[in-house]
């Protein structure tokens, strides 16, 4: 049914309550609105007000353990000590290089640009600047990381001076705060920039601004150019990755971006800031020559020292004690060896060296001779970061350790030396370009023949060599052919560290200098490596017992101790086609010689040559780095007790027939001049003796005459190759013959004496006496000064070979007199020095 319809006032009425109750709805929800916000305002007050609270007490409880501010503490850093293996302080880091400069001196350029990149509003804020952290965050994202830091100058020499910089936590962070606000009230804003300026590290074992000026430039800040001041106040935020030597375009990149942050800070104009940027890096610093400084105390082992810290430690820095192996008095026998020729002789100044001593035990570094003649700081260490190649100091490390490890060779092995070549068909040859035949291992390795090493390697296989080599502490990807006899680079560090080990038992140490650190706290780091076995002892004693007789009747006899049981193996490297047709070397030249050894208590690896392919060493020279091992060896045994190798209960020794094949034991009443005792692991040895296998010979009609006189023949060849090798060892040591065709003349012009003579065979150099004056020379003439007009000089040259000197050979040469005008010349300039 439909609806009653309604009156116009009624639907006004209904209409009119409608609105009525909508609006007391609206005004309901308002009011609940309201009500929200402000439980919302009060629980944000509370929580403010509960944060600054927690916040200030944890401030308070953090900053009330900060350190003391001590002018001592924040004006120097703490050096480093290094002490030697007795516990004696012999350097110290972070203290030696430093030129403390006042603010009154210090350049406004210089201030201006450290302000503008580390703390543009250094003279408002009171050691902390929060608008500074939110415009490096910017600074950063618009030009580069690196072009604006967040902390301010105090926070910086704060984190210098106390505080752990690596550590990140609110505690670190809270003192650093607190001490920040307080170095501000302590000290005025100027003596905080000069506390900055002489405390920061400028790479190069340099502190402070002053002295970086001096070590770069060699100029005093005042004296600094604006492309120069501005490299300075850059270094500080990572200085060795700045410094302009060693990485001049990351330090071009770091001032350029003061130079723009001084721009931008309204410090310099837009020219200058152009024509600064156009500057060259290199433009002012100072030249290796122009460097050059008194050498720090045993500079080549303190650089040694320096390169094995953990990067975790700043030894500029933290105040570490660092405890080394440093044995002081062998350190200064090897250097003097290394700088004078009162020890070993060497042929020019030209000639250089690398030399390491170990402990064989323990793998302590006990010396180390850099380089010689060297009088700049950390220059180049040719002990520890040379790579040249090692010769036949490889064979017992790459194919006849790896014999005995793996195949169980004996040391009387049958190895035939004759015509061979590699397995891409190049030809090999032995050092003499001679072949001996069948030999033992023993003798292809103290006579360090080439074609034996390279089938011994094949016979291994690469795999197994390259296992080998890598556990005496080489890292090789990959293994050729060639590094049968050395043809891999090496260093006399890494060197020493293979050869002790076949000292001590199959037992690796890696050579290190540092034994332990002690930090400021006193907590002790143990830094030494763990040692592992890189091979059997009874490969390590067989090795040995053939190197032994590389030293007695082999290669290495100059580098025989007396009284002191070693081992040691030789080494010499050619030159390649280009370089010998190129300066066509003579007959024996060699462009490296290398000696390793040791005992059991010392391991020592000896590294000789040139820089210069112009230059090679003689068959006398190539005895000097043997002459070297002797000399060290016999100076640090001195006094000590030196054991024998000891030889392992696996291990047997068998005499056995020299020239037997198959190797037989010698029968009863051999001749001891046709017996050699050889090396055999248990259960290897050979089953018959000589006697029983010619009767077994015979028996079966295997062993004709024929074969016999042959092996005559091959054992006659032999001690003709041992004799021949004897002769020529005992030429080399015969005195050289005296220079003949001496003369001289004087020259008037330039009033000198003028003095030649013929070559000398294999004479290393040459010593001309006159006048009073002695020099050694290595050519064959040279000039002299001194005399009087009228005086007749007599001159006397002597030829010398391997420390043996020739007969004097002389002649005279008168010095013509002046005529009278040039005496009265003379005269006058005499008379007008006096006055």
Known sequence: MAETPQTRSQYRNVQNAKKRTGKKQIQKAQKGKKNILKWCFFVALFLAFFGIAFGTVAFYSYAKN?????????RDPVSSKLLDKNGNVFAEVGTERREYISYKDIPKTLEDAILS??????????????????????????????NQGASTLSQQIIKLSYLDYKNKTLSRKAQEAWLSLQLEQKYSKHDIIEIYINKVYMSDRVH????????????SLKELSLPQIALIAGMPQSPNNYNPYEHPDLAKKRRDIVLTNMYTNGKITKEALNEAQSKSIKDGLRSQKQREEKTYKY????????KEIPKEYDVYREGLTIQTALDQDAQKYTEKMLNSNEIVAFSDNKMQTGIVLTDTKNGRIQAIGGARNQDVTRGYNYATQLKRQVGSTMKPISDYGPAIEYLNWSTAHVLSDAPYTYSSGQKINNWDFNYQGDISLRQALYNSRNVPALKTLQSVGLNNAKDFTNRLGFDYKDFHESYAIGANPSSPLQMAGAYAAFGNKGIYNKPHAITKIILSDDTEIDTEPESRVAMKESTAYMITDVLKDVIRRGTGAAAAVSGIPVAGKTGTTNFDEKAAS????PKGAARDAWFAGYSTNYTIAVWTGYDSLKNYLSSPEQKISQRMFSKLMAHVSEGKNTADFKQPSNVVSVPILIGSHPIAQAAAGTPSSMISNELFIAGTTPGRSASDSSSDNNANNNDTKEQEQQKKEELEKQKE???????????????????????ANYNATTKQINVSWSSVRDATSYEVIANGQKITV?????????????????????AIKNNNRSPVSSTTVTIPQENANEQENTNRDATSREQ
């Open 117 to 146: 990149t580390e703390d543009a509003r250094f003279y408002e804020h009171d050691g902390l600047d929060p608008i500074r952290l939110g415009g490096a965050v910017v600074a950063n994202f618009k030009n580069g990381f690196g």
């Open 208 to 219: 402070g601004m002053e002295t970086a000026a001096e070590h770069y430039f060699g100029k």
């Open 778 to 798: 290595t050519s064959t003439s040279t000039s002299l000064s001194g005399g009087n007009p009228g005086d007749t000089i007599t001159i006397s040259v002597v």
């Open 299 to 306: 500079d080549a082992y303190v650089t040694e020292v320096l």
């Open 66 to 74: 900060a350190p003391k501010l001590t002018d001592s503490k924040l």
């Open 582 to 585: 190129m300066y066509n070397y």
């Open 721 to 743: 190759a041992e004799k021949k090798r004897r002769e020529e060892e005992a030429k080399q040591n015969e005195p050289p013959a005296s220079p003949t065709g001496v003369s």
